[in-house]
């Protein structure tokens, strides 16, 4: 099977190779807050080779996930596309399998596609276009599965990825490295990731795709005791609260029963010291794709783009979940770094995760499909353009909607029937709700039908008419 595969990819050598395109790693983890990056928001974390990638190229500070859950958002990268269109029964089924999808467009233009990690849309990564798997970790996979753990390390219940696996290389489970969520879980992920780049034929151009599992709960201190996080060195959210004001949409949801309401500072503390540590353990893993791939000589030929699903609220807001539309939570860390690319550069343009599959295509001279509905980053990477998009939006369920521009956002919730106005420029951690000032009467209506239409436009099943 493995002969019958590089002979497969050998034959794609020439459409590549003659091409001079770019590798592409791209790099994805797992509910991680845009305000995790150590060069960029403050000592008390620890991102080492996350702020050495960020000084060969550029952070995008304000990039956001079009809806904050995993399997949506990852399903919007696959795509390009919003969630009202990737999913034709929002929010619920499987991707529509009409959409061209980033690793297949890839692979037609003569790429390795290689898939690392956690997999979390429907189907497999085989049959959404990707070449090879290397260190997959999924759910399912048929057979006797080991016995999981039904709490972790501090005792509390794991209220997720209980009985999931790695896989091997065939898509069969591997129980020698347990069931469920483990300390060492970022490790077999890097792995995989490492053992792709060294199978990859000198020659073929690869795009390798890792998917880290982590942060996400349920959390856990990594194996080793250097990457861990000293409770007294780790500061609460600037906007930490015991509990959020109103039902949000996800009150009671799993995310928010992992805490007891209201929130109180010593738990809140705790858990975020285990999801730094996590964070630098996850750094180190990262470290090591990144020795690997200079290894293998091709460092200089390769774009890396690093990003999360979505953020994390983890006692902001008195929420800990994703589920919502705070910055916290709908923002994403974004790093793009390649040869040609700025070094050492900063960007506050607004930009949605979907719009890495067609920026992907820019920069490595792929075809754009026309399913996708993204915009490329790459006349902002190259100076050519101060925007992409002069407004970004957000959806959840049929809960909250969202609309933002350069300074103001305005979070809707229709079945709570009430909204939320932010001056993002003068009140960055979302403190003031300005929806009930007179002033802002006129900048709500505004805001509200500029969503409106959007939804409209972008076949939200609940716009109004």
């Not at 590798?23 to 060069?39: E, G, M, S």
């Not at 992992?258 to 858990?271: D, H, Q």
């Not at 090591?288 to 983890?314: H, K, M, P, Y």
Request: glycine residues 10%; charged residues 20%; aromatic residues 8%.
């Amino acid at each position: 099977m493995k002969a019958a595969f590089f002979s497969l990819a050998c034959l794609c050598l020439a459409a590549g190779a003659a091409a001079g395109q770019p590798d592409i790693l791209f790099v994805v983890t797992d509910d991680q807050r845009p305000d995790t990056l150590a060069a960029l928001h403050g000592a008390h974390l620890r991102t080492p080779n996350l702020d050495r990638l960020a000084a060969r190229g550029t952070v995008f500070t304000r990039a956001y996930a079009g809806y904050p859950i995993c399997h949506v958002s990852r399903a919007e990268i696959l795509t390009g596309c919003t969630a009202f269109r990737a999913y034709p029964n929002y929010p619920v089924g499987p991707v529509d399998p009409a959409l061209k999808t980033l690793a297949a467009t890839f692979r037609e233009a003569g790429y390795l596609a290689w898939y690392s990690g956690k997999w979390h849309n429907d189907g497999t990564p085989l049959q959404r276009g990707y070449s090879g798997i290397r260190g997959l970790y999924s759910s399912g996979g048929g057979g006797k599965k080991p016995a999981a753990p039904q709490t972790d390390e501090r005792g509390n219940p794991l209220t997720g990825y209980t009985g999931w696996t790695f896989k091997n290389d065939e898509g069969r489970p591997e129980p020698e490295k347990g069931a469920g969520l483990r300390p060492d879980n970022s490790r077999h992920i890097a792995d995989g990731a490492i053992r792709a780049l060294r199978e990859t034929p000198a020659g073929q151009p690869f795009l390798l795709h890792v998917n880290f599992a982590f942060p996400h709960d349920p959390r856990m201190w990594p194996p080793d005791p250097a990457h861990h996080h000293e409770l007294h060195r780790t500061p609460l959210p600037a906007n930490f609260a015991p509990e959020h004001p109103f039902d949000h949409g996800n009150q009671g949801g799993r995310d928010e029963v992992l805490l007891p309401v209201p929130r109180t500072e010593g738990a809140v503390r705790l858990e975020l010291a285990v999801y730094h540590s996590m964070i630098t353990d996850l750094d180190a893993q990262l470290g090591r794709i990144l020795a690997a791939l200079e290894d293998t000589g091709r460092a200089s030929n390769t774009i890396i783009v690093f990003t999360s699903d979505q953020g994390l609220a983890l006692g902001s807001h008195g929420l800990l979940g994703k589920q919502n539309q705070y910055e916290h939570s709908i923002r994403s860390p974004l790093i793009i770094a390649g040869p040609g690319l700025p070094a050492g550069r900063q960007s506050r343009a607004l930009v949605m995760l979907r719009d890495l599959f067609p920026t992907f295509c820019d920069l490595a001279s792929v075809p754009v499909p026309d399913t996708v509905q993204g915009r490329s980053l790459a006349p902002l990477l190259r100076g050519q353009v101060a925007r992409v998009h002069e407004q970004v939006f957000g959806v959840f369920t049929d809960t909250q909607r969202m609309i933002c521009d350069e300074r103001w956002k305005l979070i809707l919730y229709p079945q709570a029937g009430r909204g939320q106005l932010f001056d993002l420029e003068n009140d960055p951690h979302e403190l003031r709700d300005l929806s009930a000032n007179a002033m802002h009467s006129a900048r709500m209506a505004s805001l509200l039908g500029q969503l409106n239409a959007w939804r409209m436009s972008a076949g939200d099943p609940l716009a109004p008419h």
